[in-house]
């Protein structure tokens, strides 16, 4: 009859396994995952108690899921116990394919390791196949199904029919074990995804505020900023501009999106923008708004990525410098210009003449070709500055590379109609009678429309300069001799008509000396060489023409 009734257990049992592994794959979580396959134990597989104890990252067990005894779970849930144990309790007692079987006979010496483990006293068995209170059965679970990376291991206790598990018993139990391993593998996969998920949308969700920072911070910033094309033909185009860059030039960003900073810079400070590197590069230049006037702005580059592997683009920052640099121009020229007048200072006046004169005298160009192509390093070194055995070899602008145009002084005595620059040394007669008479305020005025009738006077190329008090300099280059006397008749017949001061007319003359820069004099030599020429033409007139001019 027990013979009969064994293909009905077996059926019955397969229908109970096979609902045990179905509630596998409905759990959620890893957690869930684990209590469902300690309580399949327990309703379908016919053991009262069930634990799954789980493999930690350190290697230890840890008691994950208990099922059949509210007591026993609240003390061991949670226990761990090591790595070491374990492989010694998997390495005793019976070996029942992949189950580990040991009885109470041999399980006496596993009563004090540190296995979280729970059991109660009982009898000694009173037939062969008796279960027993301290006999232990263990079945592995392995994630990859050869018995090499161990997953947990899943301990049974108390067969509800008080028997060690037959044949039947312990292939059902293997295969529950090993559908548990797949279960609980699914489960960390899927756990690692949400995990990975959540992970991706907390850092997409950071990418957003940042980039929506980033986009506040750009558009709203109070200083001009702008994307720009990184390399490419492209390169330098720009992409983005907020909306002070706007402002500041006066376009549209759909219209700036049409240009580079190439196309918006002064035609003189290209260089500079050129010279700017891209990472941390700085410069300050000037860029051109709608209304045809420029700017003086402050430009800082940063490079910045799209992605890590991305293409790379340019930051631009924009400030308006141009308060700053109106305030720096006019120190600038306070300090280079005379505060009365606004001529060129004595310093200024000193600066350019030494700009145009070198330490090599005697540099005579035959023509004015070679004196073109001295500008241009083209002409023979030994005619440009003169044999080295002149003895001048050793001064400033020697070499193929010197394009300094040499200033060569006209010869007066026998005009030969070359030019040169010269040196009106001008001294106004009377003005300290004038001074005298009627107050520096009077004298102010009448320095000051002299200056502004010497002004009107010269070519936009020359200059005209208070070297002090009240004498003035000249400097007109490109002037034969005679045209330096026409000049000096010209300038002293502006000067002498009266002058109007509150309502009274005053009169000044005015006595030039004509000097000629040349190198090889310093701008001080030049000037004491105009000077004195000046005394000599002052002495050679009588004191009424000198008033009368």
């Keep these: 009859m027990e013979a009969e009734s064994e293909p009905y257990v077996r059926l019955a049992t397969m229908r109970q396994l096979h609902q045990a592994v179905a509630d596998l794959n409905t759990a959620r979580s890893l957690a869930d995952t684990l209590q469902t396959v300690a309580d399949g134990i327990v309703a379908g597989l016919g053991y009262e108690l069930a634990c799954v104890n789980l493999v930690r990252p350190d290697g230890d067990l840890v008691v994950a899921a208990f099922a059949g005894n509210n007591a026993a779970e609240a003390l061991i849930t949670g226990r761990v116990g090591s790595r070491t144990s374990w492989e010694r309790r998997l390495a005793m007692g019976e070996a029942w394919d992949e189950l580990r079987f040991i009885p109470h006979t041999d399980g006496w010496v596993l009563l004090d390791d540190d296995v979280p483990q729970w059991h109660t006293e009982g009898p000694e068995p009173r037939f062969e196949d008796e279960w027993h209170p301290q006999d232990r059965l263990y079945a592995p679970m392995y ?163 799209d992605t890590a592997d991305g293409p790379r683009f340019l930051l631009t920052h924009v400030e308006d410098i141009e308060e700053r640099k109106r305030h720096e121009l006019n120190l600038a020229h306070r300090a280079s210009h005379d505060a009365l007048t606004g001529l060129p200072n004595s310093a200024e006046l000193r600066a350019r003449l030494s700009a145009r004169l070198c330490e090599r005298p005697h540099a005579v160009m035959s023509t004015d070709v070679e004196a073109l192509d001295a500008a241009y390093g083209d002409v023979d070194e030994a005619r440009v500055h003169g044999s080295p055995a002149d003895g001048f070899g050793a001064g400033r602008g020697v070499g193929p590379y010197d394009h300094h145009v040499h200033s060569v002084a006209p010869d007066t005595v026998n005009d030969d109609g070359s030019k040169g620059l010269a040196v009106l040394f001008c001294d106004l007669d009377g003005f300290k009678s004038i001074n005298d008479r009627f107050g520096h305020h009077t004298g102010d005025a009448v320095l000051i429309e002299v200056a502004r009738r010497l002004t009107t006077c010269v070519r936009d190329g020359d200059t005209v300069a208070r070297l002090g008090g009240d004498e003035f300099v000249v400097l007109a280059d490109g002037l034969g001799a005679a045209d330096a006397a026409d000049l000096a008749v010209r300038l002293r017949n502006a000067i002498i008509p009266p002058i109007r001061v509150d309502g009274r007319a005053v009169r000044v003359g005015a006595s030039f000396g004509i000097g000629w820069a040349a190198c090889g004099m310093t701008a001080e030599e030049v000037l004491r060489s105009a000077d004195q020429r000046m005394y000599v033409e002052k002495r050679s007139r009588s004191k009424v023409h000198r008033r009368a001019g």
């Design 143 to 305: 994630a990859s199904g050869s018995g090499q990376d161990l997953l947990g291991v899943i301990s049974v206790d108390r067969p509800r029919n008080g028997r060690r598990p037959g044949a039947w018993g312990r292939e059902a139990l293997q295969m529950y074990a090993s559908q548990s391993a797949i279960a609980i593998s699914n489960a960390r996969l899927r756990a690692n995804m949400q995990r990975a998920l959540v992970r991706l949308e907390r850092e997409q969700q950071a990418l957003r505020a940042s980039e929506e920072s980033f986009r506040q911070a750009f558009e709203y910033a109070p200083s001009g900023m702008a994307i720009a094309e990184m390399g490419g033909d492209q390169h330098g185009r720009l992409l983005r501009t907020n909306d002070a860059l706007c402002r500041l030039l006066g376009r549209p960003a759909s219209v700036l999106r049409r240009y580079s900073f190439a196309d918006l810079v002064h035609p003189e400070d290209i260089g500079t923008l050129l010279r700017t590197s891209a990472e941390g590069g700085r410069a300050e230049l000037r860029l051109g708004r709608r209304d045809g006037t420029y700017l003086w702005v402050s430009l800082r580059n940063s490079v910045v990525a």
